[in-house]
Nanobody, 124 residues
Framework: QVQLVESGGGLVQAGGSLRLSCAAS????????MGWFRQAPGKEREFVVG????????YSTDSVKGRFTISRDNGKNTVYLQMNNLKPEDTAIYYC?????????????????WGQGTQVTVSS
C-alpha cells in the first residue's frame, strides 16, 4: 500500500518562501513520476509542477516557473516543492501525486496516488 504524506504548509507573507515535503512509504519514488497539484477554494484542482522519473521537470505555467522548484531525495524517499516569492494567488491546498507508469504526471487523470494535502496561505 502506497502512502504519500505532505508537510510544510502554513501561513506566509507575500514574497516569502515555503518548502513542502512529500514522504512516501510502501514503494520507492526513485522510479516514479511525481507531481504537485493545488486547489484553491471554489476552483478545480490544477497541476503545478512535475518531475519525470528521468528527472525532467515539467511546469504548468510561466506563473510558477522561476518561483517553484520540484526536487527529490531518493535516499529519503521524499519529493519537495520549494516555493519562493509567494503571492496571494498561490493560496491553496497543495497535493503530492505519484504514478509508476511511462506517462508523466501533468493531469489529475495521470495520477495513481494522492497525498492528503497541505494548506498554504499567502497573506498580502
Amino acid at each position: 500500500q502506497v502512502q504519500l504524506v505532505e508537510s510544510g504548509g502554513g501561513l506566509v507573507q507575500a514574497g516569502g518562501s515555503l518548502r513542502l515535503s512529500c514522504a512516501a512509504s510502501g514503494r520507492t519514488l526513485s522510479n516514479a513520476n511525481m507531481g504537485w497539484f493545488r486547489q484553491a477554494p471554489g476552483k478545480e484542482r490544477e497541476f503545478v509542477v512535475g518531475v519525470k522519473r528521468s528527472g525532467v521537470i515539467i511546469y504548468s505555467t510561466d506563473s510558477v516557473k522561476g518561483r517553484f522548484t520540484i526536487s527529490r531525495d531518493n535516499g529519503k524517499n521524499t519529493v519537495y516543492l520549494q516555493m519562493n516569492n509567494l503571492k496571494p494567488e498561490d493560496t491553496a491546498i497543495y497535493y503530492c501525486a505519484a504514478n509508476w507508469l511511462t506517462t508523466p504526471i501533468t493531469t489529475a487523470g495521470s495520477v495513481d496516488y494522492w497525498g492528503q494535502g497541505t494548506q498554504v496561505t499567502v497573506s498580502s
